[in-house]
């Protein structure tokens, strides 16, 4: 329980940060899409440590192989098995921390629920496991492309440096072209500042990833418990570090009255769209057609390069030191994960409503 | 799709707001557990409308019946079906809306969806089916509490009037000796006043519902995809009017530096404690057996009692009368919902956790 | 867990034999279908017991009522809930097996299960709890004949009564022209004799029920664990009282060589068609455009009209005397739920291949 | 869709016959479990290609290897990923079936299905997926192991001739004796002449596997529709070739009364037994600690050595000229994977009986 994601377009994944490789299986990719595994590639890329001064320095290759699925270059129909090989992983690092429960880690939490972990490097608890959603969502993604549904993520927030939460201000695309993922270069520049000092500190620090989604056909979301934005809020909730997601609005529509939070319905363009979009795309957990949009708080890294306080197996005290090569800040890697994640959500989504309408059938 | 909520301790609704009744069908509650019908009263008449100056001045009596699942007083371990009827309700009072979209409704989105709606009060995109939520919810609690788990909600935040977050310097159950449901009788004066004076602009206002949930085991949760918080998260964004979810740190945590944030192990009462408990009781997923708390943000309720254009089916621009009697705030009415769904999922997980461990087989 | 069947297109049922009400909710149903109310009934008549001298002389009315999920007459594309009253049951009927374990009954193992069960009629394990499964069957029958697809089954053997098994020998109307529901009038006659004979021995006997379903498209299965056959399989043998299964040539085809039993694929009426179908039209767990057609064994029902010798609760040997009024066979009551457990099966199939092809989508 | 098996102790798998590799992973398997790799690869032995002179002359070494999910050689409660290479095929091989449709396999009914399908060896629908199956069944083995409950498959009818159906009367460990696996060794060599006389024939021939499972508790079912007959029922009908399944006195028990078929519950060794076992240790789906036992139906193999008339992708008529090396008779190697299949129904039910009762929570 637990490992799989979707209903009818679903990724499950496997794997552990030391084992000998990770996992992912997409399973109901519609048969006859052309997937371009280069643009795979690129995804984990995105992800992959050691990319900038600002990330950790660790190497991972994240070399993946497809092992079905796909037959002449398009999807068959059948589930797509990817294989990412762990590079050799030194075991030998982590006997120190082997009976020790990290602070704010899931060191604690998984010896009291299996009885058993895996000390190494956080075992399945370690967003290692990211990078099989990253390869999974990139083939979501090429779904959605070939019907013309975009998905883009940035960084909107380091530490207390906030992006202005009106993202048609900036031209989206610039996120790609600075190594903290913020549209706007002269905010980036601070960011990665704030970053470095962070990191010169031995220290880490939160921030926050925004993700949009253009072109989603209105329809889409499985009310009343599978709305839309819900299971998108459960998407991003699973991937590690996260503590909060809003959508629209979010937290601070809140403060305003219905009058003002109302969106308007128009015509326009031969279709309907609404003047504001305090609803984020979504209304009553169903997309309308607007933009998807939303924030997803990623906390501060709990493994910091410092001598902290903290319990064995034994229950003694002991301390817990930093050692490796690790993220001062998670949020511009963590891009692309909220883009897989929310690709995911909206490829099955899209199949789930192929089946609505009588007339559809 | 997307009308059950759970998978071992599951939550099936059915029924619209004007349709003849709704329906909850609680699947998995283990058998032996001596139900109060006492008690699953008095949580629908928190949730029900007409309770005080501040809720909507509709009544409804939201009189339930049983009709399966319990024999001699005791669950049975099969499926607990619950009926709760509909009272004679004018559809005719709908008329006037039948074929138009009243803005940040779901009106228009169901319609894409379905390409017909039951237009009446909302059909099922009406808060009306969280009353079969909070009939299922009051089973999960009395399971919960016969395993000494507590959950209680409060009003935190109505428009911009802000509880203080560390909510142990409040008696909690001082919320339900006001209307507003806010445990600061001070500040519940204040937001009362706000709902009031709100009503009387014939508008709407949003707010925040804090939720605290006390002595869960530690190992609940199912990671990778399916984390307690995640869970969570997705049961509160399921609820109507919800824009937001953060647990823990939240929003907040981003600004903190890991040092800061790291929640300390300590050896207490003979078992492992944190110090702090910036993760909200949950690590990497699952609990640790601290406090679980987390933040639900509510939008301004979308009817509002003014004029609003808008269009028809037809596409053409009309106006929309706001009528009826509706909420000027949802939060003290949703305090009950948000347990009702926390409940839930913590029945499911605790239900999941029982076959982690070869040794508890 | 076990209460629900299907995946897009789903029933889950609750209710006892001798509760308040039994209750079948519907997901997942297509926007728009018109819904013919007779139709359900009809359905439910073929079902209900009292229809004849070889069935129950028992009085269940079987009013069911419509809760939620249609407006209009059509379908929304929410739950349809439906609630079929219990009419006034003695439950003091049943005092005198209220902790005997009937023999061949669900007793037994619902105690030893859950620690607790409804003696009344049974409780849950009743057959009652088929009315409602016939009542959601009926939905799902209607939305596949929309689509042009048929399902018809007829009682095939009563003990040792064999019927041929090439069906195409039969006009299969005229299994609904005689009590016992066989296609051929003499057999039918012939097994009624048997029925009738058994019934004054006071003892029961098994049958068997052969369906036939036609015009399905090919293409629907979802290999390789929900093959089309699997899950109807499972489907017939979740129905009270079945003990096997067989699809196409069956047990039978054992005996059969290759090169006698492969189906030659031909072009006919500008398609493809199989000569001969022992295939029972899937191939792979996918349909294939031919006749699907299948059998289901039903044992002599276990209440007979005799003393046995049992065990009560507390491990004492007992006498249970078989009272009341019990069909001493099955099959004719059968045949509706064969038929209304296909048709969830074909109409889940059918939505799930809506999303098997990009071109599709 | 479709390539999972199971709730709580879940089967998925992926990867087509000419593909790089298959794969399995096994979720929910408790943590703590000291998993032995030697009795997965003999299960594996059991089952692959080239064993005997009976079965197909392939060579496929089905050499595993377990990615994730044990640690220091026990299971981590985390999801068990096992990856199978596909040794070097020649693909060049089905060159000649490329666009032809071989009667009686799925090739026609996977290019109706997804338009486009991997022709090598039957793809995904190939009996090859089934070492996959073994490779996560002789987990799910290991883990009943622990507790106590045992299952023996054995081959128990080949064309027409059928071995006694009182089990009871052979030692079933002589089945592993024998290259045709019957526990009777008369009868066994007597199958095995007729296998290699129809081999000869450059044709194939049915045969029935009757599988007995020991030392169930009881309890284990998930009534009305996961009924565990039902559930085993499904997992059968998923392997390759299977036309049919019937569990204790199955379609021959039609032919009884009720009064002969209904099993007399005693008291004794301390616990309550049948006398007879005609319920196949499941009454109204749950187990009642007697043996379970059932018996599946395999058609005679679709290839053959031998020209047949078919179609191609095109409508045009054309010959399919057998070639390779197949199975003449497929029971002997159907064995361990009719065994696989019920562990892993076995395992996951005894997972979801652990949160019936109040009391064991």
């Known amino acids: 329980m637990g490992n799989s994601f979707g209903k009818l377009f679903r990724l499950t994944t496997f794997g552990e940060s030391h084992g000998k490789a990770l996992g992912a299986i997409v399973e109901g990719c519609p048969a006859g899409l052309e997937l371009d595994e280069d643009l795979i590639r690129l995804e984990m890329q995105r992800r992959k440590p050691g990319q900038s001064k600002i990330t950790t320095q660790r190497k991972e290759e994240d070399e993946f192989q497809i092992l079905s699925g796909v037959f002449e270059g398009k999807t068959t129909g059948t589930p797509i098995g990817i294989v990412i090989q762990n590079s050799d992983q030194k075991s030998k690092d982590y006997a120190h921390i082997a009976d020790k429960f990290r602070p704010s880690h899931a060191d604690y939490t998984y010896f009291e629920k299996y009885g058993i972990r895996d000390y190494r490097g956080g ?4 967003a290692r496991e990211t990078a099989a959603r990253v390869a999974g969502g990139a083939i979501a993604k090429q779904f959605l492309k070939s019907k013309g549904i975009t998905i883009q993520a940035f960084v909107s927030q380091v530490g207390d440096l906030i992006l202005d939460s009106d993202y048609s201000k900036f031209n989206l695309e610039l996120a790609e072209e600075n190594i903290v993922r913020c549209p706007d270069p002269e905010m980036a520049d601070r960011m990665i500042s704030l970053i470095d000092a962070v990191r010169l500190e031995r220290d880490t620090i939160g921030g926050v990833v925004t993700c949009v989604i253009k072109n989603t056909p209105a329809g889409l979301g499985e009310p009343v418990f599978d709305r839309l934005h819900a299971e998108l809020g459960k998407a991003m909730l699973s991937i590690n570090a996260v503590k909060g997601f809003e959508y629209g609005s979010g ?4 403060k305003m009255k219905g009058s003002q939070h109302n969106d ?6 031969g279709r309907v769209h609404t003047l504001t979009n305090h609803s984020g795309g979504i209304q009553g957990g169903i997309s309308n057609g607007e933009d998807i949009y939303f924030r997803v708080a990623f906390k501060p ?3 910091i390069m410092q001598d902290q306080e903290s319990l064995n197996e034994a229950g003694e005290t002991v301390i ?5 090569r690790h993220d001062p800040c998670v949020v511009p890697r963590a891009v692309p994960i909220v883009e897989a994640m929310a690709a995911l959500v909206l490829a099955d989504y899209l199949l789930l409503s ?5 007339a559809d059938i």
Chains 1, 2, 3, 4 share one sequence.
């Open 123 to 126: 075992g399945r608890s370690s």
């Open 251 to 254: 937290f601070e529509g809140v």
């Open 264 to 269: 308007t319905f128009v015509q326009e363009d």
């Open 301 to 303: 890294v709990a493994t």
């Open 320 to 324: 817990v030191s930093g050692k490796g």
């Open 354 to 358: 192929k089946s609505n309408k009588l």
